[in-house]
Structure formats: C-alpha cells, structure tokens
C-alpha cells in the first residue's frame, strides 16, 4: 500500500542523512592523522551503494543520472593513500546528497499533488453536474468523469470501490482510492435533514481509513444545507493534517 512506501520512503532518507552526517564528521575530524582519517572510505562506499540500490526498489532511478561505484574493483585502506581516499568519501557525499534530493521530491511531490486534486475538485466538479443529483453515484461518476477528462486510467492512476478493508468488525470499501497518494476519497450527499447523519459517518470514516490510508478526502457535495461552511469543515480536519473536506453547492 502506498503509505508502506511512504514509510519505506522517510526511512531511507533517514538513513541516507546519517551516511550523510557520518561522511562529514570523519572529513571534519582534526583530531586524526590524514594517514588514517579516511580509512571508513570503502565502508561508506557499500553503504551507499546499498542505499541506492534499495532506493531505486522504490524509486525508478534509470532516469535520474545516480552513480554507484564497483566495490569489488575498489582497493582496500591499506593499498591506497589517504588523498585518494578523502575523494571517494567527498564523491559518496555528493552522491548520497543527490539520493537525499530524489526522496525528499518524492514526498514533497506527493503533498503538491494533493493539494492539486483538492483544488481540481474544488472548482470543476459543480461545473460537471448539471441536474440536481438524487443520489451519491451520480456524484462519484461526475467525480470518474472528471478523473478521465484529467488523463488518469482507472486501475493506474485511481480505482473506484476497490480496496476493501476490515476494522472493528465492519467492511469498509473508499468510492476512489488514489494509490499514489495514499489517498482514499469519499463522497456524501448532502439533503435534508442528513447534515448530523453525514458528519456521524465522516467521523466513522476517519477513524477506521486512518488505519489504511495516510490520507484522506471527504467531497461533500451539498443541496442547499450548510450554512456555513469553516465550521462544517474545521471539526472534520482538526482530525489530522492529511484530511481535506471538499463542499460543493449545487
């Protein structure tokens, strides 16, 4: 699941930042002769070679122009001198700083694509529901209509109904999972009289996609009933940083 790779994701950063910190300590460090200073270079070497090949299980790197070196080919401390040795570790600290870049865009991606969809939603969806929907499929279709009209194939970029899970006892299935995002969306209708009904399920939501998702969309879409809208939205989102409420007035 997409917020397994996220974790994968910030767990490897981490590592690669203490690599990182290592690297520059042992190049800082006055208190040892040059002649053994940089003795760790072939250690460092392996560690970010080993970092970069788990980094591209999670990350296609093809693209991304990261280098790795031979490490069978490299020759031990005491077969090389120690200038030679203070440049591999410079290089491992370019190169790890490089794989830093890669991990910290990806998660920066993943917030600005969130916020993308949101505001998507926000200002196209009313445009693309013409007659007063009695129903919330006619909303969630609307919502695939637009999801398509964006160039995203379902089973690829989303899925409909898809992702069904188990807590405390009770099945829940998201209207669209969004994998790339971590994101589960869900729509409500809101008539009359189903204002309380609505926010007893978002609520309900919450609790239980929090244990699958590490984000979370409400697109509620309203026929005339929220009177106002901050304080609809405020309880809801107060919930956690990655949930979103969308309100749509027909």
Known sequence: MDIERTKRIKMLLLRCKNLKENMIRTLNDATTMESGRY????????EYGRLAYQVNKVIDLSNEGVRVYDINSMKNWADTVWPHQKEIIESTVVYTDT???ILES???????????LENFLKTKLRATIFEKPEKEIEVQNAI????????????IDFDRES????????????????NK????IEVKLLKENRKSKVIEEINA?????????KRQMFVIYDLGFIRDET????????????????IVKH
């Open 205 to 213: 939501d919450i609790t239980a996609y929090g244990k699958a998702y």
């Open 163 to 178: 992702g069904k899970f188990e807590f405390s006892g009770k099945e829940y299935t998201p209207d669209f999972i969004v």
């Open 144 to 155: 695939e209509t637009l999801f398509i009209g964006k160039g995203w194939n379902r089973g």
């Open 231 to 246: 304080e609809f939205k405020r309880d809801i989102e107060n919930a956690g940083d990655d949930i979103k409420v969308i």
């Open 106 to 116: 990806e998660i920066d991606f993943a917030n600005d694509e969130y916020s993308n």
């Open 99 to 101: 794989l830093i870049s």
């Open 39 to 46: 003795s760790s270079f072939k250690t460092y070497a392996e």
């Open 181 to 184: 995002l971590g994101l589960c």
